[in-house]
């Protein structure tokens, strides 16, 4: 098969020499022909070498690689993808394990698939692109799954309707492409959570937080915690499990604080140690001193373009210097990121500005990131978009 050329810039080669899965539109030089949004399209540098094959689509990124060999992309090509993908989950014990069902199966460039997001809840998968080019292989993609889960996959969510570029002339809708799930619960190291992929956020829970959870539960006995930007409530019930002698849940949105009610009743069915509201989180930070013994703060991504970086930083330098303020003294602060765009050194020091300002001494006890299952392709830092921190606050 042949496939439509775009040549590069001089000199604008170096990332792809060095794996980098992104093509930006202002490296292109030349297009020879005109490809629709979600082609494969040849790479080459200015003096005709190849360099990689990828998805073209329209706006700043405008090729995301997905071979740096010079082959046909077939259906098999995918379905090896992704059953390297389905290897790794297994070889580390998420395929079998008893006490957790929920994790990431495929991580975009992390699973040298650009664009393409799937979550598996017990026997569901959540389908998300974030790509034209994946949203148009999304049945050879149903089809593998299939294949690989047999009659322990019963059903097929896809949840691309508001990441697919809006420009693009296709109109993905969300909705089963495979069965449909009647149960809403999955677990994660021995905990239930009910999952709403339909109408919640991201692809319905956020199972990056897996591992970060399980050590906040390790520093809960005992302590009274506020969860800020629950969500669903994750952290508070891994709190209550280790022992926290008061929880407190808080997120602007209803709908998240009633999730949030209801994991925790999954859980601890009728425990008055918990108590949920939906207030603005700046706003109930503002009067709770030394009333917390521990603070999460988990806000959605401040920045998802570096156009609106510095204020992103502004925002998380706030949000921390006002719980260092109000934290009781020996207190712990469970503080992150994801925001891709905010580098690891950049909300390190948003966070040392915070502790500064706040005037208090803290210290780093860990440093915290994505599992295991949202492997970062080492040539595309970008990946590790989930940054945290464990502070000490004397």
Sequence with gaps: MSYIKVVLKSGKDQSLRR??????SGAIKKIYGE?????????????DEFLGLGHYQIGSIAIRIVSFEQIEITDDFWKQKIK????LRKDLGLLDDPNTDAYRLVHAEGDNMPGLIIDMYGDTAVVQMHSVGMF???????????????????????KSESTIPFKAKVQPENGYTFGKSSTRIAVENGLKFRVDWEKGQKTGFFVDQRDNRALLEHYSKGKAVLNMFCYTGGFSF?????????????????????????NVELNFPGDDRHDAFALDAFKYLDDIKDKYDLIILDP??????????????????????KAFEQIKPGGIVFTFSCSQVVS????????FSAAARSGRNVRILN????PADHPVNIYHPEGEYLKGLVLYVE
């Design 19 to 24: 794996f980098h899965p992104w093509v930006f």
């Design 35 to 47: 490809p629709a949004e979600g082609d494969i399209v040849e790479v080459f540098d200015n003096k």
């Design 84 to 87: 390297q993908a389905y290897t």
């Design 136 to 158: 148009l292989i999304r049945d050879k993609i149903d089809e593998v799954l299939k294949e690989l889960f047999g009659d322990d996959l019963k059903s097929i969510y896809n």
């Design 238 to 262: 891994y709190a209550m499990r280790g022992g926290a002698k008061l929880v407190h849940s808080v997120d602007s949105s209803e709908r998240a604080i009633d999730l949030t009610k209801e």
């Design 300 to 321: 959605p991504a401040f920045a998802k373009h570096n156009n609106v970086l510095n204020n992103a930083l502004q925002g998380y330098k706030k949000l921390n210097a």
């Design 344 to 351: 690891k050194d950049a909300f390190r020091k948003a966070v």
């Design 367 to 370: 440093q915290l990131t994505q």
